[in-house]
């Protein structure tokens, strides 16, 4: 009989474009998919962590559906793979390559053990277009500039994505945990209710999104992307990073798309690259998420964690746009890209504190929260990172929402009343997904603005001239 190999489902909750699967059915072997909650599931955000739960138990529903199966297991990987190979008799273990410090110690730890063993552990390709290594600038470094990494890689050959292969079941099943008792969502408390219409959850669902992305929004993706009430981007970013689709599939979907002559096309494939840019950065400086990318800002006096942030944290600041922004936040777990920009440069400029306090509330706030994205949008903004915007680059937050939001659309959405184009609330929502320890309600009066925006802006600029002379 041939054995059955072990397929260690992690960022890659899909069954098409998967190249373990591929591979497991030339060659005929059963496979086994298993699910870890390890520590680093552990430690994840509440709402990453409990859209990740959401996943699970589509990608579960999709496996069943084909005679499948995912096997839940709790504990340390290295010792939970050994279990399930002494009881189901694998002598293989698969899985598709993070890029993350964190998962990188992790997933060399597990295959020095499994080789050890004498058990096959092989890596994949799959989470990104190209691998961090294929990608090295002349000089044999990492590319710290986004714009000539893209043109090194935008006329590269990316894998077609594959179809769903024939997926061969074990005669036995191990015994899986019941994914009730994990309780993933349980940090979410009341936002989980709020949050989980704005969900767009699994593999299929995440196929007919870049669908209709493709057929109703690319024409117009380059001239109103950064109009947060028009929403004319993909979305995708929620699946991509549980792996429900691939990169790859919206590399050559924007190929299709250009082929047909459709335009703003590469603006879109620029995007997708950006994502690569982050993933290599982190990558070839594992401390991204941690430390300013650039050294000269390792003493720069940002502030800790302190009120201003806090009524940042709350969409309290009395600035419309980034109040606004924060309670999309809050309410659907995501937030409009460009906003993103605004209320991490109002943090980390105008209120000057810590990027690391965005970055973390972002990583526990998102639910398309994504290790090298999140740091390298952080690091951009506060002006330390790579190939960021400089400091002295200072969003007027009135300015930007009246150029991206004349007609407050998305500001009254989101802060006064009025329903969204599925009748949904979400001014009113908010106060149904916060702490009832933030005791907040909707009639609040709005705050007066925690800063004047120019002052803030003078106030940001010089201590930048201080911390650089
Ligand atoms: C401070 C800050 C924090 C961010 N945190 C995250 C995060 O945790 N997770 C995340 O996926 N994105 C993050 N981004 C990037 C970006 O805001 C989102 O990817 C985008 O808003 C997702 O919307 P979309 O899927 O409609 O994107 P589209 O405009 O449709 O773009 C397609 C895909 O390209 C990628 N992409 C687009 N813009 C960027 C970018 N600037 N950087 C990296 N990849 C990009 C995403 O995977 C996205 O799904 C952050 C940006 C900033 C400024």
Known sequence: MTRPILWWVRRDMRLRDNDILTRAAETGHPVIPVFIRDGIVDVTGAAPKWRWGLGLQAFEQTLRARGSRLILR?????????????????????WHR?????????????????KDDGCIAESHAGHILFEPWTVPTKTGGFYKVYTPMWRTVQYRDVPVPCS????????VWPESELFDDWALGAAMRRGAGVVEPYTCVGEDAALDRLDRFLEENIGRYQNKRDYPGVGAGSRLSENLTYGEISSRRLWHGGKRAAEQGLPGTETFIKQIVWREFAYHLMYHQPGLASEPFRQEWANFPWRSDNADADAWRRGMTGCDIVDAAMRELYVTGT?????????????????????????????DTLIDWDPAANAMGWQWIAGCGPDASPYFRIFNPDTQAEKFDGE??????????????????????????????????????RPTPLVDLKEGRARALAVYSTARN
Not at 98 to 112: E, F, G, H, Q
Not at 424 to 439: H, K, V
Request: aromatic residues 8%; contains cysteine.
């Open 164 to 171: 769903v292969p024939g997926l061969r079941s074990p005669e």
């Open 335 to 363: 937030m409009h890209n460009r906003c993103r920009m605004l209320v991490g440069s109002y943090l980390t400029k105008h209120l000057l504190s810590h990027w690391r306090i965005g970055l973390n509330w972002f990583a």
């Open 98 to 114: 993070l890029y993350d410090p964190d998962s990188i110690t992790r997933d060399v730890a597990v295959k020095a053990g499994l």
């Open 408 to 445: 407050a659309i998305y500001r009254d959405l989101y802060l006064r009343c009025g329903e969204d184009d599925l009748g949904r609330t979400p001014a009113t929502d908010f106060y149904e997904a916060i702490p009832r320890s933030w005791n907040m309600s909707a009639q609040d009066a």
């Open 74 to 94: 709790s504990g340390e990987p290295l010792s939970v793979l050994r279990n399930l190979i002494a009881t189901t008799g694998a002598d293989a273990v698969h």
